[in-house]
């Protein structure tokens, strides 16, 4: 995030945005890693029909995705003692399950570990902040335009949480990221991977390096290439609307967020900044206002 964010803009986010950014780094994905009785819950569910600790809001919900994604599939999905095949689906529906709620999981966490833990002086919205940054990263555009994404002035105006551009940091940051600590190679070896993920995966365990004389991005493993969308982002302190270009191309090399103003008039009419990022010769520009 850090390295998105330009120095100046940097050095004026306020305490509880440095914070919120880095607490939420740390648990938008939290959710990925349920807890184990959870999953063990939802697999037995598959395979014999025994809600076991799952209450009825759970199996609904499981059922509902289910309908929705696996041509109406009802547990159990096999009679008797399961095949290997069947065990093989079982895990990966529930992979593929917990993915799909892992931000609602990850509420569940955040809200059941820090209520009452974490506190911030004249921020009593923290954790209700802290959550909605979190599930940001897999918000639609309609909701991360709301009100609930507008800036807050805390501590008499003095300092400003603008969860907008949090959000869009975090999102930005979420994708770029490419660190081979993420994905060690030693889990792709013992994962048995599916074909369709491979890609994915190879995308993080890729190591870079940059050209400092020429400011350009190398690669030394070869990097899949992405459908880019590059949009306007045009934003005010109660609205935002995005546009982008299509262009396909490589990672980027290079990348900055400016965010909007939040001096005297500007924290009403907002002002322009600038999202560039450059690649080969062309350019994804966001442009805020």
């Keep these: 995030m850090s390295k998105i964010v330009p120095a100046d803009t940097l050095a004026e986010l306020s305490a509880y945005e440095l914070a919120l950014l880095l607490l939420s780094a740390h648990l938008h994905d939290a959710g990925m890693s349920p807890r184990h009785g959870l999953v063990v819950a939802h697999h037995e569910y598959l395979l014999t029909g025994d809600r076991g600790s799952l209450d009825e809001a759970s199996v609904r919900e499981f059922q509902h995705w289910l309908d929705r994604h696996h041509d109406g599939m009802v547990p159990p999905i096999c009679t008797g003692r ?8 079982a895990n990966l529906l529930v992979a593929h399950y917990v993915r799909f709620r892992h ?18 002086r004249g921020y009593e919205d923290v954790i209700d902040d802290l959550v909605l940054l979190c599930r940001s ?5 309609g909701v991360l335009r709301g009100d609930r994404f507008n800036p807050r002035f805390l501590l008499g ?7 907008r551009y949090l959000a869009a940091v975090l999102r930005v940051a979420d994708v770029l990221e490419i660190d081979p600590e993420r994905t060690p190679e030693v889990l792709f070896r013992h994962r048995n991977v599916a074909p369709g993920s ?34 306007q982002l045009r934003r005010r302190s109660t609205a935002s609307k995005m546009n982008f270009d299509c262009a396909e191309t490589s990672m980027p090399p290079s990348l900055s967020i400016a965010r909007p103003c939040m001096a005297g008039s500007c924290r009403t009419d907002g002002c322009w900044s600038r999202l560039s990022i450059e690649t080969s010769g062309r350019g994804m520009t966001a442009m805020c206002i």
Excluded: N, Q
Aim: net charge positive; with cysteine; charged share 30%.
């Design 82 to 89: 399961p095949a290997v095949a069947d065990l093989r689906t």
């Design 198 to 231: 491979v890609i994915y995966w190879h995308k993080r365990i890729t190591r870079s390096t940059c050209r400092s004389k020429t400011r350009a991005a190398s690669w030394r493993r070869r990097v899949p290439r992405l459908r880019c969308c590059t949009r």
């Design 103 to 120: 931000i609602d999981w990850g509420e569940t966490w955040t809200r059941a570990e820090l209520v009452g833990r974490l506190r911030f």
């Design 157 to 163: 105006g003095s300092a400003v949480v603008h969860l």
């Design 137 to 141: 990263h897999g918000e639609g555009y």
